[in-house]
């Protein structure tokens, strides 16, 4: 049996000599320099550093890609936990969001069989062998079910949730970069790791879709799937499909202005109905995610990622909204402990210079009435430059409320997707609109997940 | 009905020619196995006993040891039985002739496995006995060779079309038999797979295949 064990392929032992690999990498530049830094303070030679990290970011992604799976989800992590990297390695990273170990279809067809019981042909009328996307954990086919509806089925790649735990315990002992210079506290990994853990149960990402669907269902203007719960196991998702154009093809086809500002408005209020009215969003910003069609149509995939928040976010990015953090001393205190827990300046004035900043970053998405600009224009590049530049300088302080960080990268997706589509936006007339269905009967909870 | 198309048959046939015999010899050959496997997936192989087997065959408890004089011999004939299905089942299947090696090798044992699945004990009891240097289905024993051969030249053609179209370096014969040395070893990663829908064993063939591939392509074992 022991002969058997080793030629696991999920075995930790050739991770572990790749990762030990990646480590002597790294340290032979990356963490030594970060070391000199933490000695010396790192702010004014930061760009002395750029090309170096640049390298090392190459390097780092390489040896992620090359080992493919569930580690490639790793760099994606890393690359959305922006705080613990910097702007090179999150650029770097993030290249690696669209990749995916293949399965031919063979494979495809015998994991679905393992996880359902039958072969495609078994259950559906017609079964795509060639995927038409790649998911993370797996590849996506077109379908078309015994009554004839078009659907789009999920198959994860086998073993992944074994990989992934196998990750993680060499991760925890790993010489990671990250790790050894404090940036992935043990913490953080666990949460990582559950998150991913959670990501490989397609069950649990069929319940956030059948929860969302209803939640948006207010929303006339979206689609998002529905699961077809007979044809779908904890690795295998079958859903309807959601037609239209990838961000790419729809611009391609050179849109109206007034689409492309319809098409903002409307996933900026889907984006603030989500976090007010339901405490929950849709956290993959990625642009693949979201098809258009030119009558202003938006079809959204993707809800292996979706968080659940509590009330004090949608608190927090009112007070930002509409100024109110500035009403006396009093506010002042509560929202920085909302954002920071424990009061962390000793200084007043410090305080409400942070507070400050992250408003600073709300003032240009919504501008006060003051300043009369009512529509913003987010094809400026100055704008998304701005905001990138406030975000990160929050989130570098490592102070933030983990919530409200995350919820801030999925806004920051959003504005991307915004700039991309050249929208021009009342931000605030939509923010009125959102604050009106506040007062609408509530929506019912997300479900306890499934453990 | 069966009846009346015996009733009817011409009268110079009653009497089998010896070609004759050799047929009617291996179909019940092949109603024995079949109730035997149908029994070893549902009770496992253990627990059946071989007068259950001849009476659900429907002959004589002392006949059946004229077919297969010990379970041994029903082995061998199981395992001849699966390898002639599965040489055939792949020089069916249209699209997996232009697949790549890759795949097409990932899918012989595949189906090999899901062909075997139901009788999971028997194939582990038969394993077990092919490690005995005194049991004939030991791969070196005489009374394998045959079917070893006959294996072999189909993996090797296989690989031989691979060489043509360049996927891999010309290997000659040794491919196949390192080839026949990962199936088994799969087969036995697989009795002992405890994962769900065994997919532990879909994830190291996917991978083990792909990665030796792509170290044929490179140009060996240079690494
Ligand atoms: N219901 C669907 N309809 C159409 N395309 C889909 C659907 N679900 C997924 N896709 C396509 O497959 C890609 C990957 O799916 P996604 O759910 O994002 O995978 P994962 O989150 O597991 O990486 C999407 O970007 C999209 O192009």
């Given at each position: 049996m022991e002969l058997v064990k080793n030629s696991h392929p999920n075995g930790a032992i050739g991770r572990g000599m790749r990762m030990g690999r990646l480590g002597l990498h790294v340290v032979g530049s990356y963490l030594g320099y970060q070391l000199q830094n933490l000695l010396l303070g790192s702010e004014s030679r930061e760009e002395r550093h750029t090309k170096l990290r640049r390298n090392v970011s190459r390097r780092v992604r390489e040896e992620l890609a090359e080992l493919k799976g569930p580690l490639m989800k790793f760099g994606q992590i890393l690359s959305m936990q922006t705080?613990?990297?910097?702007d090179e390695s999150i650029e770097e990273l993030s290249?690696?969001?669209?990749r995916a170990p293949g399965m031919h279809p063979t494979l495809a067809r015998a994991q679905f069989k393992s996880s359902l019981g039958r072969y495609p042909e078994e259950v559906f009328r017609e079964f795509e062998a060639e995927p038409f996307a790649a998911a993370s954990l797996g590849q996506v086919h077109r379908a078309m079910t015994r009554s004839g509806e078009k659907v789009a089925v999920k198959i994860q790649y086998p073993a992944i949730r074994t990989a992934i735990e196998n990750d993680f315990k060499l991760l925890r002992t790993a010489t990671l970069p990250g790790r050894m210079t404090g940036h992935l506290p043990v913490s953080i990994l666990k949460e990582v790791q559950r998150g991913f853990l959670e990501e490989t149960d397609y069950i649990n990402e069929g319940r956030n879709i059948d929860f969302l669907r209803e939640a948006l269902a207010d929303l006339p203007y979206v689609t998002a799937p529905k699961v077809y719960w007979d044809a779908t196991t904890d690795r295998v998702l079958t859903m309807s499909y959601v037609d239209g154009l990838t961000i790419r093809d729809f611009l391609s086809r050179r849109p109206p202005q007034e689409v492309r500002n319809l098409i903002g408005q409307r996933l900026l209020e889907m984006f603030l109905f989500q976090i007010h009215c339901v405490h929950v969003v849709h956290a993959d910003p990625h642009p693949g995610n979201y098809f258009f069609n030119l009558e202003g149509h938006i079809g959204m995939v993707d809800f292996g990622c979706v968080k659940k928040y509590s009330a004090d976010v949608s608190e927090l990015s009112r007070c930002f909204i509409d100024r109110s953090?500035?009403?006396?001393e009093k506010q002042v205190q509560r929202i920085s402990r909302l954002l920071w827990?424990?009061?962390?300046?000793?200084?007043r004035a410090k305080t409400r210079e942070m507070l400050r900043s992250v408003s600073e970053f709300y003032d240009m998405v919504?501008?006060?009435?003051?300043?009369?600009?009512?529509?913003?224009?987010?094809?400026d590049p100055a704008l998304l430059g701005a905001l990138t530049r406030n975000f990160q300088e929050a989130v570098r302080n490592k102070l933030c409320n983990a919530e409200f960080a995350f919820s801030s990268r999925a806004e920051l997706g959003l504005y991307n997707l915004l700039h991309q589509l050249r929208s021009r936006v009342d931000t605030r007339r939509v923010w009125s609109g959102v604050v009106e269905r506040l007062s609408e009967t509530p929506i019912e909870p997300l479900p306890a997940q499934r453990r | 009905m069966p009846t009346r198309t015996s009733q009817h048959r011409p009268a110079s046939s009653s009497r089998p020619t010896s070609g004759r015999r050799q047929q009617n010899k291996q179909k019940t050959k092949q109603v024995i196995l079949k109730v035997a496997l149908d029994l070893f997936s549902r009770k496992g192989f253990y627990r059946t006993t071989t007068k259950e087997i001849s009476r659900k065959a429907g002959i004589a408890e002392g006949t059946l040891f004229n077919y297969f004089r010990t379970k041994e011999d029903l082995a061998m004939y199981f395992m001849e039985d699966q390898i002639a299905g599965l040489i055939a089942w792949f020089q069916g299947e249209k699209p997996l002739q232009r697949a790549s090696l890759a795949e097409q090798l990932f899918a012989i044992i595949h189906r090999h496995l899901e062909r075997v699945g139901p009788y999971e004990e028997f194939v582990g009891a038969v394993y077990l006995r092919m490690l005995?240097?005194?049991?004939?289905?030991?791969?070196?024993?005489l009374d394998t060779q045959a079917l070893s051969l006959r294996y072999l030249r189909f993996i090797r053609d296989l690989l031989a079309v691979a060489e043509e179209r360049e996927e891999i370096p010309h290997m000659g014969d040794i491919g196949a038999y390192i080839f026949a040395l990962f199936h088994m070893a799969i087969i036995t990663y697989w009795l002992y797979d405890q994962s769900k829908g065994k997919e532990n064993t879909l994830a190291l063939l996917d991978r083990s295949l792909k990665v030796a591939v792509s170290i044929l392509r490179k140009g060996g074992w240079n690494w």
């Open positions: 705080q613990m990297l910097p290249n690696l969001q669209m953090w500035t009403n006396g827990g424990t009061p962390q300046f000793s200084r919504y501008p006060p009435p003051e300043t009369r600009r009512s529509v913003v224009d987010f094809a | 005995q240097p005194v049991s004939k289905l030991n791969p070196l024993s």
